[in-house]
């Protein structure tokens, strides 16, 4: 029996990873100038095999009193190799006291 060749895994380099930080800020910063809102945080970060890249933010859509009640949109955002924005959608919205990960993708 012949055994199965894995694809090898490209290893990351120092490179990639500030590569990655500087479009997770990218995203941040375009998506917030785009939307009007206020970034939060930056949930997910992955680089397609394409070279794109696929980014979801937290963005404060309404705040509230206590901070607890604000709500919150996920937004999946996509971006060339270079970090220029393609497009985004929002994926999700809760409060941001809400534990559920239900109905995210890969949620509980």
Known sequence: MAEEEKPKR???TRDDRSAG???ALRARRQLGEI???EPQAVTSLERQDDGT???TVELLELSRLPETDDLLGAYEVE????GDLLGY????RYTRSQTNEAGVPGGG
Request: proline share 0%; hydrophobic share 35%.
């Open 21 to 23: 930080a500087k479009v």
């Open 79 to 82: 971006l060339d190799e270079s």
């Open 10 to 12: 490209r290893r990351r």
């Open 35 to 37: 939307t009007g809102l």
């Open 89 to 92: 959608r929002r994926v999700r």
């Open 53 to 55: 890249w696929r980014v």
